[in-house]
């Protein structure tokens, strides 16, 4: 069984400061997706990373795709309170193609 | 154009009774996703349809969850009877061609009292 374990569970931290949350797995992903999701709304897709090495960047966000595709991290700089909200990442399974999520971490900026 | 859309966003029940989720996918979406979301047990899939038809249903927790798509721009999941158990978000999700790209719904908070 695949599996996607995420870390940290929670982060609490002050304006500005930068942080990486990490996404890591014992299987290879074709692809590895990253979605926000805020209180009380359906997670949205925020990226996309297929290629083993690729980095994607979203205004203050990096993504980076681990070169044996198994892992994958996202990089905040200098978070602002409305990064505040819980980043899951998600693979395809390669047996079912079904979307499999990590527990998600769970991101607090205090202004 | 306008995302996944849910129906109720809260609902609240005694245990028993029966629930019906409504969704309507994005248009022009081949598949639809049924979530559902606890603290405990994070984002898990019950049931996934493709062109309409059920693909894979092995996340449906019980014989009292149900799942239909009668066309390609609805779906209802339904539980009945309901217990406290079943409390929970419920998210729908829709993709076109590619399941690793999925656009969910606002969800829908269930509460079974």
């Known amino acids: 069984t695949q599996l996607l374990e995420q870390s940290p569970q929670f982060l609490s931290i002050q304006e500005g400061e930068n942080l990486t949350v990490y996404c890591n797995s014992s299987?290879?992903?074709?692809?590895l997706q990253w979605y926000r999701q805020e209180p009380g709304e359906g997670p949205v897709l925020l990226v996309t990373?297929?290629?083993?090495?690729e980095v994607k960047k979203l205004k203050r966000l990096t993504f980076q795709f681990g070169d044996a595709r198994k892992d994958s991290s996202l990089h905040i700089t200098a978070a602002q309170p409305g990064d505040t909200g819980l980043y899951l990442c998600?693979?395809?399974?390669?047996?079912?193609?079904?979307?499999?999520f990590g527990q998600g971490t769970t991101l607090q900026v205090k202004p | 154009d306008a995302g996944v859309i849910q129906s109720p966003r809260h609902e609240v029940t005694e245990m028993g009774q029966e629930v019906t989720l409504r969704c309507k996918p994005i248009?022009?979406?081949?598949?639809l996703f049924w979530y559902r979301q606890t603290m405990m047990r994070g984002l898990e899939l019950l049931i996934y349809?493709?062109?309409?038809?059920?693909?894979?249903d092995s996340g449906m927790p019980e014989d009292r969850f149900s799942a239909k798509m009668p066309n390609a721009s609805f779906s209802t999941l339904k539980i009945q009877p309901s217990e406290p158990r079943d409390s929970a978000v419920y998210f729908c999700?829709?993709?076109?061609?590619?399941?690793?790209?999925?656009?969910f719904g606002p969800g829908t908070r269930l509460t079974v009292l």
């Open positions: 299987s290879v992903f074709s692809s």
């Open positions: 999700a829709s993709s076109r061609y590619r399941p690793d790209t999925q656009y």
């Open positions: 248009s022009g979406h081949n598949s």
């Open positions: 349809f493709n062109n309409n038809v059920p693909i894979d």
């Open positions: 998600a693979g395809p399974s390669s047996n079912t193609g079904k979307l499999i």
């Open positions: 990373v297929v290629t083993g090495g």
